[in-house]
């Protein structure tokens, strides 16, 4: 099994280094088409710099090798790299056609190169600087007709904890979550980023957790990169930070509701627990799910009232949103098929993945007001 393991994450690094400095050779290829008065000693600087940075600290910076520092330079510098050939691509299609013209074209093509660094790093910008502000959304949900009750629910999800969201982050939901007042919060999965040992004051991060109250509880269920060998160290994290994690099981809260959450449906990493079947208490109780995935939603009828979900991050970074949109029934905000069906809420969750950016997509806390 370490043999092909092995086998697997050299042939990652071959094809990641093989992109990388395609994309620094595209860059080089580009300034030159752009700017052709620039000095060749110039060029050879800048074909070193990129190819070093995109070929062996990006990488690197995805796993444990290096230094906390260049793990967050590293994804930065994906998510530049990866609007660079958008936009590079974008301009090269546009400026075609002059190439097949026997005219002077080139103040066209360094007004064109000015346009495309600018739009660029316009894009790299915004993207870095929005996740910053968690937005709030809102939501009303009717769990069963002739409403007994009423309860106010905090939706979370997509934490990833670890190298680019920590403790700012979690400050940020605290206060939220304690300024609303919900009787009830909830985790809907990929608390970590993977690994348990990417967590830069575990300790810290424990004490705020415990912090965000609520009447009924705070509960939570597991997402896809919720595993790997330090597994159990993130159920130890959990408990202590006084997060009833629900794994394939469901509880009758309080105020007669049944709260259900299950194990991913994917894990990806070491891990040797598996997802059960899930088994509901009998009498007529409104029934809220948290089920990580939407992708799961098939597998639901009518004895499920809510379930919630997180995992697309609405695609993060356009133009990955037409793909969530693609992939997913339902890759963001509230859903029904039809009458025999869950509703679904899916939120784009409050933290991020691989390059720390946000374009086209919120950094979000959801708010449900239920009737049951």
């Known amino acids: 099994m370490k043999i092909l393991f092995s086998v697997v994450l050299i042939a990652v690094i071959l094809i990641l280094v093989l992109l990388f400095y395609n994309a620094a050779s595209q860059f080089l290829f580009t300034l030159h088409h752009f700017f052709p008065t620039l000095k060749p000693r110039l060029f050879y600087g800048i074909y070193a710099a990129l190819t070093l ?23 930065y510098l994906t998510g530049f ?34 346009l495309a660094l600018c739009l660029i790093c316009g894009l790299f910008l915004y993207g870095s600087l929005h996740p910053l502000n968690l937005k709030t959304k809102e939501y009303q949900v009717t769990l069963q007709e002739g409403a007994r009750g009423q309860m106010r629910i905090a939706l979370i999800s997509d934490l990833h904890l670890g190298y ?10 605290r206060d939220r979550i304690r300024e609303e007042q919900p009787d009830l919060v909830l985790i809907a999965g990929d608390i970590f980023d993977g690994a348990f040992r990417n967590l830069k004051d575990p300790q810290r991060l424990c004490s705020i957790l415990q912090e965000i109250k609520a009447p009924l509880g705070v509960f939570a269920c597991t997402g896809n990169h919720d595993a790997g060998e330090d597994y159990e160290e993130m159920l130890r994290f959990l408990e202590e930070s006084e997060i009833r994690l629900l794994q394939d099981e469901a509880v009758l809260l309080e105020n007669g ?9 994917s894990p990806i990493g070491k891990t040797d627990i598996r997802r059960q079947s899930l088994s509901l208490p009998e009498g007529d109780h409104p029934v809220i799910l948290m089920d990580h995935q939407p992708a799961n939603l098939s597998q639901y ?17 356009f133009p990955f949103g037409f793909i969530t949109d693609a992939l997913f029934e339902v890759d963001y905000g509230y859903y029904q098929k039809d009458s025999r069906s869950p509703q679904v809420i899916v939120t784009s969750g409050a933290g991020l993945w691989g390059p720390p950016l946000r374009i086209a997509s919120d950094c979000e806390v959801v708010f449900i007001d239920t009737c049951f």
């Open 53 to 75: 940075a995109t070929a062996t600290l990006f990488f690197l910076g995805m796993g444990t090798l290096l230094s906390r520092p260049l793990v967050v330079i590293g994804r």
């Open 81 to 114: 790299f990866l609007y660079f050939m958008m936009v590079e691509n974008l301009f090269s299609l546009l400026l075609f056609p002059l190439r097949k013209l026997q005219v002077d074209h080139a103040p066209l093509c360094v007004g064109a190169g000015i």
């Open 164 to 173: 680019t969201v920590g403790e700012k982050r979690l400050c940020q939901l």
């Open 257 to 265: 509701v049944v709260l259900a959450g299950r194990r991913d449906s």
């Open 301 to 317: 009828g009518s004895e499920i009232d809510l379930m919630v979900s997180g995992h697309t991050h609405k695609g993060q970074m």
